[in-house]
């Protein structure tokens, strides 16, 4: 591995005016050597508020939310409602190669900053808007949080127990979703001007990035009108003119839960992993009556639901007796399709993650400290990942742009600060 | 036609399942030619596993199998076979970008590794994706992303405190990793384009997952919290939950997030004494009384259609949205103005719907043409005009059975 730091959209530069809803895709490009400058109002981006907080502590510095979507980033402050704040926001734009922005459908036209504003002054732009519904449409206008977001993009209705409503993983993904999707297209228009030397829109709707993220939950119901719901600890086959086959996959362990996959013939590795699976409890002198199952045989289309719950109940009476990590190594070692439940004080433990070099130490002078980060999940041959920049705090990087880099005097920037423009 | 943003670039997907065809489509999306290879004598997963046309198995019956494959070419080849791995080199030196989503080790075996490609071809750009990453002591970790997600820490946040976590029927981490993946890609190809040089891009699917839950992590490392699930509540904002409504399992998400939204939400449901109500007038009481507050706005609620709630609060600035079936998705208006969803004729299965991009490009459009190929449905133009064989060679090649017809699959899922 070569010792180049990572530089691939090296000279790129971004200028993210984006929210919550779109400072992951700022972070996506400058994790691939971009230069992002992350223009704020005078009082702070909103997402600084979000918690959790360092050491509990709500500060808007202090918002690991803010931590991790705005690494790699340099920091100004700009209002871009008055006259002056639209002059030096043209003036950046000039020289820049991206525009990353969130704010409502329409808001970047009314201050004469759309993108038809903006080619004039640069035909390379591109400008990215990541929003939850798309710039135009019936629901360009909705208002979202995480919750009503992933509902509408299907993902909620897919999870949760039959007894009680569907549920939201407790983790925001939404506007990540968005965010990574604003990514992938804003390279997609990347290639493109870097051949033909012309700019675009583009326009991003997380709504979309949430349906593409439902696996076959859309072609099932394409094809057999079926519309998958939750199923609690279980899986369910869709069955044209049969009950839906429950096939359980959370198993409880000594100390906690393991995910679990006994089934036939449908998926590679299938028959050898639940083979490998009884032969192990067999090995306890449990499950017995598995011995010598023919699972090659099984068809999801027509197995009783006794019949699968005659085969399951065994080996959730193993799974019960051994620890998550039991189980684990002796599945990695056998090819058993089975994995831990883990916590997020396993996942900061994991041999494999420190193996893979995943985590990135970032200094925190402001807070005299080193923070270890999640790391980029991608290993490249050509570089090693570079040293990366914490996020900026409100301003930081004002002298350097304003003064250092386009020219302002200190009189001058005293004069806009008074003034409210940064 | 205006040219397409990838015209000329050149594929050879190797890649199976979810996440490496999913990238390549990215760029198939976009014009680039994209060759993809499968074999009949071991059936990949998402051709065995349906959902099949009819509930029907068979080979070329599967919407799982089209779904990441639009508007590529598919061929059939054993890689198995010395011809079958001379053949697949052929491909590579006709390639700009090799892909691999096998377990690590698998493509060495066929000679078909980075170092062996980079041989044929000095200046390729290769791929592999896979659970863990190429290297340590879990690589050999075999699965699906429905485990990578439960080591992620995925499965531990999802579901209800009182109860069992919940397993992500969509592979969560199967669906973001193909988008990393994606950008980092077209940044090696422009890089390519500069330099000359290739390169190997070696994701892990796990690694990927837990970039999407970093805030919990960081919570985890400097504040020693371990996150657990909390149903559809939320640390910061109340009310914040999933709402039943007029029918069947229906369901509307509605939250709250602050003193504004809080008044016009009192005053649409007819409630603007609860504005004074001390249970309710702050935050903190709402938050203290959120078991009654959800009781109370239920009452509400049931007696409307989701959809019905949901434009009443938008109307007034009031985050609310239904919480979406599949079916839903077909009939969101949103959704049929973006086009979302594309109509495709496959040779089987006839007739049916694709994903499209979630971003449009203003300028370059993508151009969804192509359903994804049945079995080896494009083997004539691949060998003849991409690879260049004669019909004697490709008739000798169908004789041996390297260029395969038979399907293989387990007699359970066999053509009925």
Redesign the interface.
């Given at each position: 591995m070569a010792e180049q730091e990572i530089s691939?959209?090296e000279g790129c530069r971004v200028l993210d005016l984006a929210d919550e809803k779109g400072l992951f895709c700022g972070k996506?490009?400058g994790e691939?050597g971009a230069d992002v400058i992350k223009v704020e109002p005078p009082a702070g981006d909103t997402a600084r508020n979000?918690?959790?907080f360092?050491?509990?502590t709500p500060h808007p510095d202090k918002s690991?939310?803010w931590?991790?979507t705005n690494m790699y980033k340099k920091g100004i402050t700009l209002n871009l409602e008055t006259s002056d704040g639209k002059e030096i926001f043209k003036k950046l734009v000039e020289t820049a190669d991206f525009v990353t922005e969130s704010f409502e459908p329409g808001y970047m036209e009314s201050l004469g900053l759309g993108?038809s504003a903006l080619e004039k002054i640069n035909p390379r732009i591109i400008m990215?808007s990541i929003t939850p519904?798309?710039q135009?449409?019936?629901?360009?206008h909705?208002?979202?949080?995480?919750?009503?977001?992933v509902?509408?993009?299907?993902?909620?209705?897919?999870?949760?127990?039959l007894d009680?409503?569907?549920?939201?993983?407790?983790?925001p993904?939404f506007y990540?979703?968005?965010g990574?999707?604003?990514?992938?297209?804003?390279?997609?228009?990347?290639?493109?001007r870097?051949l033909t030397g012309?700019g675009?829109?583009?326009?991003?709707?997380?709504?979309?990035?949430v349906?593409?993220?439902?696996?076959?939950?859309?072609?099932?119901?394409?094809?057999?009108?079926?519309?998958?719901?939750?199923m609690?600890?279980?899986?369910a086959g869709?069955?044209?003119?049969a009950p839906p086959l429950f096939s359980r996959?959370?198993y409880?362990c000594r100390d906690g839960?393991?995910?679990c996959?006994i089934t036939?013939?449908?998926?590679?590795?299938m028959v050898a992993s639940s083979k490998a699976l009884a032969e192990m409890a067999n090995r306890d002198g449990l499950a017995s009556e598995l011995k010598d199952y023919p699972w090659?045989?099984?068809?999801a289309?027509t197995i009783s639901q006794e019949e699968l719950d005659s085969i399951i109940e065994p080996i959730r009476a193993f799974i019960e007796t051994k620890t998550k990590h039991e189980l684990f190594d002796e599945a990695?070692e056998r090819?058993i399709?089975?994995?831990?439940?883990?916590?997020?004080?396993?996942?900061?433990e994991?041999?494999?993650?420190a193996?893979?070099d995943?985590w990135q130490a970032v200094e925190h002078p402001e807070l005299g400290e080193t923070?270890?980060?999640?790391?980029y999940?991608?290993?490249?041959?050509?570089f090693t990942h570079r040293v990366q920049r914490r996020a900026p705090l409100i301003g930081e990087h004002n002298e350097e742009i304003y003064e250092g880099e386009m020219g302002f005097s200190k009189d001058q920037v005293a004069l806009l600060k008074n003034h409210g423009v940064i | 036609m205006s040219r397409q943003v990838f015209e000329g670039v050149k594929v050879a997907d190797f890649s199976w399942v979810a996440v490496g065809p999913q990238v390549a489509r990215e760029l198939a999306f976009h014009g680039a030619t994209v060759v993809r290879v499968e074999c009949h004598r071991w059936p990949e997963t998402t051709r065995t596993a349906g959902p099949f046309k009819d509930g029907v198995t068979g080979i070329n019956r599967s919407a799982f199998a089209t779904a990441y494959n639009t508007n590529k070419y598919g061929i059939s080849l054993d890689l198995n076979m010395p011809r079958g791995q001379e053949l697949a080199r052929k491909l590579v030196r006709w390639a700009d970008i090799v892909t691999d989503s096998m377990s690590p080790g698998a493509m060495a075996k066929w000679g078909l590794d980075y170092e062996s490609c980079k041989k044929i071809k000095p200046d390729i750009i290769y791929y592999s994706t896979c659970q863990m990453g190429q290297h340590g002591p879990y690589c050999r970790f075999k699965g699906y992303g429905m485990l990578g997600v439960s080591y992620a820490g995925y499965c531990h946040l999802n579901g209800w405190p009182d109860r069992d976590p919940l397993p992500f029927f969509n592979n969560h981490s199967d669906f973001i990793s193909p988008y990393y993946l994606a950008t980092a890609l077209i940044a090696a190809l422009l890089y390519r384009r500069k330099t000359g040089r290739g390169m190997y891009l070696d994701q892990s699917q796990v690694e990927v997952g837990i970039n999407f839950l970093a805030p919990l992590v960081l919570d985890y490392v400097v504040n020693k919290r371990i996150a657990c699930r909390m149903g559809n509540r939320d640390m910061y904002i109340a009310p914040h939950a999933l709402f039943p409504c007029r029918g069947s399992d229906r369901w509307v998400a509605i939250a709250i997030t602050g003193e504004l939204e809080w008044h016009s939400f009192c005053n649409v449901i007819g409630q603007p004494e609860w504005t004074r109500d001390t249970r309710f007038n702050t935050l903190l009481g709402r938050k203290e009384n959120e078991d009654e507050l959800e009781r109370l706005i239920a009452e509400w609620t049931l007696g409307r259609t989701a959809t019905q709630v949901m434009h009443m609060l938008q109307e007034v600035g009031i985050p609310a949205g239904v919480v979406q079936t599949a079916e839903d998705l077909f009939n969101d208006p949103q959704l049929k103005y973006r086009e979302h969803f594309r109509y495709l004729e496959h040779k089987v299965i006839g007739v049916h719907a694709y994903h499209s991009p979630a971003y449009k490009l203003s300028k370059t459009p993508c151009e969804i043409r192509k359903a994804g190929p049945c079995l080896g449905e494009d083997n004539e133009h691949v060998y003849k005009n991409i690879l260049g064989l004669s019909d004697d060679e490709i008739a000798d090649l169908l004789i041996e059975g390297v260029i395969t017809t038979e399907t293989d699959m387990p007699e359970v899922l066999r053509d009925k």
């Open positions: 691939l959209l996506l490009l691939l979000i918690g959790p360092y050491k509990d690991l939310f931590f991790f993108y990215t519904f798309g135009t449409g019936p629901y360009a909705y208002k979202t949080t995480d919750i009503v977001g509902s509408m993009g299907g993902m909620v209705y897919i999870s949760g127990e009680r409503p569907p549920n939201r993983i407790s983790s993904q990540l979703m968005g990574l999707h604003g990514a992938a297209g804003s390279m997609v228009a990347h290639y493109h870097e012309e675009q829109h583009v326009d991003v709707s997380c709504q979309q990035a349906a593409l993220s439902l696996m076959v939950v859309a072609e099932i119901y394409d094809m057999l009108k079926f519309s998958y719901r939750g609690g600890p279980n899986y869709a069955r044209p003119g996959v959370i409880p839960h393991v995910f996959l036939g013939a449908s998926q590679a590795g090659q045989t099984i068809d289309a990695l090819g399709l089975l994995a831990p439940i883990t916590t997020m004080k396993d996942v900061v994991s041999p494999q993650l193996a893979r995943f923070i270890t980060y999640p790391g999940p991608i290993k490249i041959s050509e | -």
